[in-house]
């Protein structure tokens, strides 16, 4: 048996006029899920709490809750001691019972067609990935775009994929997931990441839909322009000024002392066309730590902005430039230190090299400690390396050598997917929830690892905004100037 505390959220709207939370501790079996927690408080302490299950076994989706932030199937959670439940970012109806039903009748029924055609082995193995819901609602609780917008949300574009796919349904589509808001997707992947069965929305489903809204002519005009200067110019920015490629105008970089590894680097069109500074600040934090750098003039967009909006013919192309201008020079690992490129090299392209993200390369050599700043920071995980790559401590290892790190809650900041160039105001939305939560840390400064969330970021608050690798080479030039320092005196 072992003891479990658990802090629950309560509210009853008959008697309550806000929530609050009860503390309660009780004795489990070994292994107890969430929902054993769950019963064992209400049948010896407390009979009014209201929680929801059926099946126990993670077949109904109806026990699902929050457990410290993170949705979960209570009857599959395994419980812990210190832990925090509460309902899903939903409607309370009472306690742990949220309303599931104003969304689950949005979610799309099959239209019966006039003539029946039945779906072929093909057509099921391409439905297959898209119909092991079972209307938990964990994907909407998480989902940023619903916040702000009129969205459906993650499921409801789930089944319009679904649907569309199968010959037994007569409906459009891709014009109802059109009209429900299939472009305000910031394509954050936190729907997948909270899917109790692991149902890849954002690729099987929303860039699928976007891809066949893209052939009906659905793209949104922005991203249509985008599109035309990548065929044109091979990148998803205008040249306004010099780039990093063009500054740096070298194809390696040597270290001036003992090189302790090789990569090949992966700029990509932010930091090579409009923040080659923080590019040149990386350069010279891997130089000083024994890494020689390749840079390949011939590299051109990963395609990303493409595969995010659904604009996906000219992304072959691309992909075989990229990986020639690595392969022909014999490199074995790319680096990237855009959080958006990094995700594309490594889940939509078959590398014959392997990729890491900077924070990866500088934690796995590991780094000349630098000087400590006297500065509080807080760190905000780009999407598409905290849950596109599963990076998420390598960033903070490395920040917390040089800076104290106050932590703040793992959103959105609305600048993916197509959002920020496409539907500003959205972005501009979430940008401002992001602001508020940077400004309950009371850091001094905002680090991130993400050219695209970087900018966006730095217009929605009165912080600096700097990349990891630029707060590195502070510390370095800090314990230069000291060095310099002791050795006059
Ligand atoms: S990827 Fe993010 S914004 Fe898009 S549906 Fe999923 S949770 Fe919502
Ligand atoms: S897609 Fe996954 S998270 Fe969303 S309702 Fe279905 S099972 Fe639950
Ligand atoms: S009780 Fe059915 S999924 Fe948990």
Redesign the pocket.
């Known amino acids: 048996m072992k003891e479990i505390t658990a802090r629950i959220y309560r509210f009853d709207p008959e008697k309550d006029t806000e929530a609050y939370f009860d503390r309660f501790t009780v004795r489990v079996n070994e292994g107890a899920r969430i ?1 054993h927690v769950l019963h064992a408080i209400h049948d010896t302490l407390d009979p009014t709490l209201a929680f ?13 809750v929050r457990v410290n932030g993170e949705p979960v ?4 959670e395994e419980s812990q001691n210190n832990i925090t439940i509460e309902p899903l970012h939903l409607p309370v109806k009472k306690d742990l019972v949220v309303d599931l039903l104003p969304t689950l009748e949005t979610i799309a029924f099959l239209k019966p067609s006039d003539t029946i055609q039945m779906p072929t082995k093909s057509d099921i193995d391409m439905i297959k990935p898209l119909r092991d819901c ?1 209307e ?1 609602l964990c994907c909407v609780s998480v989902c940023p775009a619903m916040d702000v917008t009129q969205f459906l949300g993650p499921t409801a574009m789930r089944q319009e994929m679904r649907l569309a796919l199968d010959p037994r349904d007569h409906g459009d589509r891709i014009l109802d997931a059109v009209r429900e808001g299939l472009f305000t997707c910031t394509s954050c992947q936190a729907c997948w990441k909270a899917c ?1 069965k692991d149902i890849e929305i954002p690729s099987k489903a929303i860039e699928k839909l976007r891809a066949l809204a893209d052939r009906r002519g659905f793209t949104i005009p922005r991203h249509q322009e985008v599109a035309a200067l990548i065929r044109d110019s091979g990148r998803s920015l205008a040249r306004i000024e010099p780039t990093f490629m063009e500054i740096i105008n070298a194809d390696v970089i040597e270290p001036p002392g003992e090189v302790r590894a090789t990569v090949g680097f992966f700029v990509g069109c932010m930091y090579n066309m409009r923040l080659p500074k923080t590019a040149l600040d990386a350069i010279e934090v891997l130089k000083r730590n024994g890494i020689r750098v390749i840079i390949p003039k011939e590299q051109v967009c990963c395609g990303s902005p493409l595969i995010r909006t659904g604009q996906i013919s000219f992304v072959d192309t691309l992909r075989k430039r990229n990986i020639d201008a690595f392969r022909f020079r014999n490199i074995d690992t790319v680096m990237t230190m855009c959080a958006g490129c990094g995700s594309t090299l490594k889940n939509d392209y078959k590398t014959p090299f392997t990729v890491m993200d900077i924070s990866e390369v500088l934690t796995t050599y590991g780094i000349e400690p630098p000087a400590r700043l006297p500065i509080k920071a807080t760190y905000h995980d780009p999407c598409h390396l905290l849950r596109g790559q599963g990076i998420r401590d390598q960033p903070r290892e490395l920040i917390r050598q040089v800076i104290d790190l106050v932590e703040m809650p793992s959103i959105c900041c609305g600048s993916g997917g197509g959002v920020k160039s496409g539907l500003p105001d959205e972005a501009a939305a979430l940008g401002k929830r992001r602001g508020d939560e940077i400004k309950k840390t009371g850091a001094d400064m905002v680090i991130s690892s993400c050219p695209f969330c970087e900018f966006h970021i730095a217009g929605h608050t009165d912080k600096q905004v700097k990349n990891i690798t630029t707060v590195l080479l502070e510390g370095y030039k800090e314990k230069d100037r000291k060095k310099d320092l002791a050795i006059v005196s």
């Open positions: 929902l929801r299950y059926s099946c126990g076994s993670g077949q109904c989706g109806s026990c699902a199937l209570a009857c599959m079972i938990c109790p």
